[in-house]
């Protein structure tokens, strides 16, 4: 097929070729505002101009390093479709992993959750849909990413309640919580120079970074939070550093949470942990 031939050509090179495959269907859907499988050979070969300047404005963005996610303007995750602009992280799976392992903890008692640094809304979304008798606060700094983040809301019809707040500032909160998860920005400056370049040019660095002398700085601050807005018993989540889950396990005792616990990732690196508040809930 032609255009397919053309899309291959266009991204060798920069993908793998199972990459270039996954890609070109997507295109074409794009392009076409079909499914792939309703696209015929005479759809696919011969494009308008419209159609055509789309196509190579697309490939223009991916040849110059732009995530596909980006460039599309969604990303799944958790087996639902996420609006993602450059406001916002681009879900990543060890993300899903985190939020499993919340949903598998989640009891049939209507429980409420909050997710702080929500960005894409991706967690509390997907916390909202998945667990029954769910309540859902949401938190960011950035406006932008709050809107992004109420309109994956709105598409995915769950109900969560977004809020702007700047955690590292005095809060005054109302109510208490069941559950906290977060996955915080985490990290350090100093390791930019391994990053690649698609990330560093076009995800946003607020949700990325922290000082190289205070890499635990958003941990300390949630789990100094969670001793306020959890119930006792409630249960505190995060996504980490691979390389700093010894030293968020012991700032999380140190803070006196309890039965701390890490666990690996599908490619078996460290990148989540759960504690919990001292004290039977319920």
């Keep these: 097929m ?24 997507i295109i074409l859907e794009e392009v076409h505002g079909e499914s792939h499988h309703l696209l015929t050979d005479d759809k696919i070969n011969h494009l308008s101009l419209s159609k055509t300047e789309k196509m190579n404005d697309i490939l223009s963005r991916l040849k110059n390093g ?15 479709r996420f609006k993602v602009t450059g406001d916002v992280l681009i879900p990543r799976p060890e993300t899903e992993e985190l939020v ?24 509390a979304v997907t ?10 606060d949401a938190w960011d700094i950035s406006e932008k990413a ?20 700047n955690i590292l500032r005095p809060l ?19 390791e930019q120079k391994d990053m690649s370049r698609n990330v560093l040019d076009f995800e946003p660095h607020v949700a990325l970074f922290v000082p190289d002398n205070r890499p635990l ?16 018993g409630g249960r505190l989540y995060f996504e980490i550093n691979r390389d700093m889950a010894e030293a968020v396990a012991t700032l999380l005792y140190n803070e006196g949470l309890q039965a701390v616990e890490v666990r ?11 504690a919990l508040k001292p004290g039977n809930h319920g």
């Design 100 to 123: 499993e392992w919340v949903v598998s903890d989640a009891g049939d008692k209507r429980s409420r959750y909050l997710d702080i640094g929500t960005g894409s809304g991706c967690i």
């Design 127 to 136: 916390l909202a849909k998945e667990i029954a008798n769910a309540r859902v």
């Design 146 to 165: 709050l809107e992004v983040a109420a309109e994956n809301a709105h598409n995915n019809k769950a109900q969560v309640n977004f809020s702007q707040v």
């Design 217 to 232: 700085l958003f941990y300390e601050r949630i789990a100094d939070l969670a001793k306020e807005l959890l119930h006792d």
């Design 264 to 274: 690996n990732d599908l490619s078996g690196n460290p990148r989540m942990i759960r």
């Design 172 to 190: 005054t909160v109302s109510g208490r919580y069941d559950v906290i998860v977060s996955n915080p920005p985490y990290v350090t400056e100093a």
């Design 66 to 80: 732009e995530p596909y996610q980006y460039v599309l303007g969604e990303a799944e995750f958790y087996g639902r």
């Design 2 to 25: 032609q255009q397919i031939q053309y899309i291959r050509h266009e991204l060798s090179g920069l993908y793998t070729p199972p990459e270039i495959a996954v890609l070109a269907r």
